[in-house]
């Protein structure tokens, strides 16, 4: 099995990366884990979704979006069962996030650390409209479509993200 | 899904994922339940690994203090000599004031009162994974005799409630939490009414008419209304006084450290807790102990302290 090949749209082409293996699984338990055990050291690390940037960018490097989704799934419901939320809320979420990423991820080159920032944070956004909208709709819980603690919440994953996918592409089968 | 053109496929999917799981949630709703095995299979899976974790932070910080965090020891050291002296000082002050005697004398009185209660000392190990939330996972569970609802503080003041409670690890809802709130009264007017967390550090005391004298600076303590905490208990201190449409805007600084918290103390009792009630020492006003004055009640918050589930106010 070729370990990338390209998706051709036009005339431009768009390289889809593969992983070593076990690295998304690993990747998907370590944010996991870290999400629940950093603010217990550094409050202020309550403020990053590292499951969220984990989504993103398999979704963005995979570009296949029946497994963007379903990664979104699996890290969504793992999240919900180590919060106090009903499972399906960060669920529904990030399958929405992971099918979005992939899709664009099949159509752009979002390889640019510009580009990375400016889509992280359009997704951290539009994940917290979902989740806001599913509060409101489904659970009866008014919550506050914006905060400020959402817009620095917003720049702070979207810089870690830029930080955290260099990593990750380290990880990528050359 | 055979039938269907490739391009569709994975729209189809996200449809169908989607669906299942907004039934998941309305069959939550519907059964008031909570996925409990999913759930007990990921924080039996998890806890584990945080609790490795949490061990091996604190050996790393403990080697770091103990063997290279040593160089600045001469200065720290010359720096709490200075701070004992002023303390000394400090103390020597206190010492001449009756009313701070007096508070001290029913604070130890409380604390006396309070051992009298079974409890359990247990460590802080993990938080919760949504970052909107206000959750941590403690290292004992109901093997250490913890139950759903029990309460948790530490010796400054309120932390919260046991939301649910594994074999060896529990989950508890910190008072800063949106969800989460406490029967509490204001320490001198004994005006009660429940506080809640607002999702911020502050928390928010919400039926307090706008008639009603409330000076920033008082104490906050548990009204033992909510059937969980005792009476008198620590909550906060009044940070701001704002008046608002119907009741006043109050924020209230928690007593306890919410956000550096490491170890806790669980009540282990869902029963309610009575304390012993004493007459008040006369000195100082703003730590009346319990049955030393008549409560002055808000009339919405009686009802509110008394019928809701004061923790969780999740539907």
Redesign the interface.
């Known amino acids: 099995m070729n370990e990338t090949y390209d998706l051709r749209f036009g005339e431009s082409h768009i390289e889809v990366h593969k992983f070593h293996a076990g690295t998304i699984l690993l990747s998907l338990l370590i944010a996991?884990?870290l999400?629940?055990?950093l603010?217990?050291?550094i409050?202020k690390a309550?403020?990053?979704?590292l499951?969220l940037l984990i989504t993103i960018y398999f979704g963005l490097s995979r570009r296949?979006?029946?497994t963007g989704?379903?990664l979104g799934?699996v890290i969504g419901?793992?999240?919900?069962?180590?919060?106090?939320?009903?499972?399906?809320?960060?669920?529904?979420s990030k399958?929405?996030i992971g099918?979005l990423a992939?899709?664009i991820g099949a159509r752009l080159d979002t390889e640019h650390p510009a580009a990375r920032f400016a889509l992280t944070a359009a997704f951290f956004v539009l994940h917290q409209g979902i989740?806001i909208l599913?509060q409101k709709l489904?659970?009866?819980?008014p919550q506050p479509w914006f905060t400020m603690?959402l817009l620095i919440?917003c720049l702070v994953n979207a810089t870690l993200g830029v930080f955290l996918y260099y990593f990750l592409d380290r990880l990528r089968k050359t | 899904m055979v039938g269907l053109p490739s391009r569709h496929?994975?729209?189809f999917?996200?449809i169908g994922?989607?669906l299942l799981?907004?039934l998941?949630?309305?069959v939550?709703?519907k059964r008031d339940s909570?996925?409990r095995l999913?759930?007990v299979?990921?924080?039996s899976a998890?806890s584990p690994?945080?609790r490795s974790?949490?061990w091996g932070?604190g050996k790393i910080r403990d080697a770091w203090r103990h063997y290279f965090a040593l160089s600045d020891t001469a200065r720290q050291n010359e720096q709490l000599i200075r701070e004992n002296g002023a303390l000394k000082l400090e103390i020597m002050q206190l010492e001449g004031k009756s009313a701070e005697a007096d508070r001290l004398a029913a604070l130890l009185n409380f604390k006396q009162k309070q051992a009298k209660v079974p409890m359990v000392v247990a460590r802080?190990?993990?938080?919760?994974?949504?970052?909107?939330?206000n959750?941590?996972?403690l290292d004992q569970g109901q093997r250490d005799g913890i139950r759903k609802n029990m309460g948790v503080i530490t010796p400054e003041g309120v932390v919260g409630k046991v939301?649910?409670s594994y074999r060896d690890t529990s989950?508890v809802?910190v008072l800063t939490?949106r969800?989460s709130g406490v029967g509490a009264m204001i320490a001198n007017s004994r005006i009660q009414s429940p506080v809640g967390g607002t999702?911020?550090p502050l928390l928010n005391m919400k039926y307090v008419g706008n008639d009603d004298e409330v000076a920033v600076g008082s104490r906050v303590v548990t009204s033992g209304m909510d059937r969980i905490f005792p009476k008198d208990l620590p909550v906060g201190v009044i940070t701001q006084v704002k008046p608002g449409g119907q009741y006043k805007q109050i924020r209230v600084k928690p007593s306890a450290n919410l956000?550096?918290?490491?170890e806790v103390i669980v009540l282990l009792t869902t029963d309610p807790v009575v304390m012993k009630q004493e007459p008040a020492p006369q000195a100082d006003n703003s730590s009346v102990p319990p049955g030393s004055a008549s409560p002055k009640t808000a009339p919405q918050s009686t009802s509110a302290a008394t019928n809701a589930k004061p923790m969780d106010k999740?539907?």
């Open positions: 996991v884990v999400q629940s055990f603010p217990v050291y409050s309550g403020i990053l979704d499951p296949n979006p029946s989704l379903l799934t419901l793992l999240q919900d069962s180590l919060s106090k939320t009903p499972l399906g809320l960060f669920g529904i399958t929405i099918y992939s899709s989740v599913i489904l659970l009866a819980q603690r919440a | 496929r994975s729209l999917l996200l994922v989607v799981q907004v998941l949630l309305a939550q709703i909570q996925g999913i759930r299979w990921t924080v998890v690994v945080q974790g949490s932070v802080v190990i993990g938080s919760s994974a949504d970052p909107n939330s959750v941590i996972y939301i649910e989950q809802l939490d969800d999702g911020e956000e550096k918290l490491e999740r539907p």
